[in-house]
């Protein structure tokens, strides 16, 4: 059974700084180019950013540019994301996904609320 678990959001203050995990289980994750998405309320769901199976190469949203990193740990079957400078408009539920969901799966997510 495919399962992502989102871990590390919070309340925090403009240009503050979280770092979100996600543990995925139940596939054999170094395979896989796994991703970010974010949604915020009222909008659609958004793709944060990638990251190749070994992690030697990113994409990121061009309004996160700069500011977010993603990064993997095939030992342990978790990809991060490091977001820095954060603003208002990157208040979100933020989700882990294998690219293109080809599993059918997604977790809870963990919200990011950034506000003063």
């Known amino acids: 059974q495919v399962q992502f678990v989102e871990s590390g959001g919070g309340l925090v203050q403009p240009g503050g700084s979280l770092r979100l995990s996600c543990a995925a289980s139940?596939?054999?994750?170094?395979?896989?180019?796994m991703t970010w998405y974010r949604q915020a309320p009222g909008k659609e769901r958004e793709l944060v950013g990638t990251?190749?199976?070994?992690?030697?190469?990113?994409t990121h949203l061009d309004s996160v540019k700069g500011r977010f990193t993603i990064s993997r740990d095939n030992a342990k079957n978790t990809v991060y994301l490091q977001m820095n400078s954060l603003k208002s408009t990157d208040t979100a539920v933020y989700y882990c996904?294998?690219?293109?969901?080809?599993?059918?799966?997604w977790g809870q997510g963990t919200q990011v609320t950034v506000s003063s």
């Open positions: 996904n294998v690219l293109n969901d080809v599993f059918g799966s």
């Open positions: 990251i190749t199976r070994t992690g030697g190469s990113t």
């Open positions: 139940g596939f054999t994750f170094s395979r896989y180019v």
